[in-house]
């Protein structure tokens, strides 16, 4: 295996001044005298969560309902028929036009061509050790409400509002708290509407975790559930915590916006943010390698027989 100081990490963004959002917070519309502008308007998550609580024959439905309102007040004029089909006829004309590179396709900006991953800077910001150079904590947190009415559901929103105070304290120091980063997700396994919503959260180790769970930010909505639990069981709330020592994690960005560990960012001595995403050494291209893993010989062979039938990416 190669030394560490023979691996030369190339970080894909230059230092921060201010300090970015995290990924949750940017898309909550989270604003900071001295952060960077996040989304203005409704929250992303939001957005999704409302896309999500209809059926795709109910979506149709509304649309249906409404068109027949605006033909019962206005008639069924020409103009009643032909806006929708022409807007609909642009956003085809639109697709049409990204897919024959005429007009740039939003989906791919902010996207890292080729391969990145994780490496953790040192405190003086330069790159150094081998790879899954740190322990890491991963908290994974979801909501569903499995009321009729689904996110419109009792409770829903109160407890989606405790959540946001949590992530929101953990921001205004994240340096001091531990806090590395949160994206958000929806289960896409489970049903087809109303689906779960997964929040995961990476910190520097599980106290930080725990220190939030103990703090009064914290002990506020825990109150509120437990005494609400009669009021609230068509609410599901999980928690995963996992414990990740130095060399028990890798990650591989292909073609990739920031995502994931990707978005975490973290504080240097000299008061600027980096983000951890260098671009993948020729050294570490295999997964054993960026876990700093000793390949058995049959581990070996089957890499070796791997990397002969999928060529070198590099």
């Given amino acids: 295996m190669m030394e560490k ?21 940017h898309g909550s519309g989270n604003s900071a005298p001295g952060r960077p502008k996040s989304v203005a308007g409704m929250p992303r998550i939001a957005l999704a969560l409302l896309r999500d609580n209809f059926t795709i024959t109910t979506w ?14 206005f008639g069924a004029s020409l103009w009643v028929v032909a806006l929708p089909v022409g807007v609909l006829a642009l956003r ?11 007009l740039p396709n939003p989906q791919m900006e902010g996207v890292i061509r080729g391969r990145t991953m994780c490496h953790f ?35 829903f929103r109160e407890a ?24 958000q997700w929806l289960n896409a396994a489970d049903r087809t509407t109303n689906n779960e919503l997964l929040s995961i959260g990476y910190f520097r180790s599980v106290e930080d975790i725990h ?20 009021e609230l069981d068509h609410i599901t709330l999980t928690h995963e915590i996992f414990s990740v020592e130095a060399g028990g994690w890798e990650n591989i960005f292909l073609n990739s916006k ?22 993948i050494p ?33």
């Fill in 5 to 25: 100081d023979e691996i030369q990490y190339k970080p894909v963004f230059e230092p921060f001044a201010s300090q970015p959002w995290s990924q949750y917070a």
């Fill in 60 to 73: 149709l439905l509304m649309g249906a309902s409404l068109q027949c309102a605006v033909v019962a007040i």
């Fill in 92 to 102: 085809v004309l639109r697709a049409l036009l990204q897919t024959a590179g005429a």
């Fill in 121 to 155: 800077p040192d405190d003086d910001g330069v790159h150094r050790e081998g790879p899954s150079n740190r322990p890491l904590a991963v908290l994974l947190i979801s909501a569903k409400c499995n009321h009729p009415l689904g996110m419109l559901g009792p409770g």
């Fill in 160 to 183: 989606g509002d405790f959540f946001k105070q949590c992530v929101d304290w953990l921001e205004e120091d994240s340096h001091a708290r531990g806090f590395l980063g949160m994206t």
């Fill in 211 to 230: 220190a939030l769970a103990h703090h009064a930010v914290h002990r506020a909505p825990w109150k509120w559930w437990n005494e609400s639990l009669k």
């Fill in 258 to 279: 920031p995502t994931q560990l990707g978005t975490a960012v973290v504080k240097g001595n000299d008061g600027q943010w980096r983000s951890p995403l260098v671009y």
């Fill in 282 to 314: 020729r050294s570490l291209g295999s997964s054993s390698k960026r876990m700093r893993r000793n390949q058995t010989e049959a581990e070996a062979r089957r890499q070796q027989e791997t990397d002969a039938i999928t060529g070198d990416a590099y």
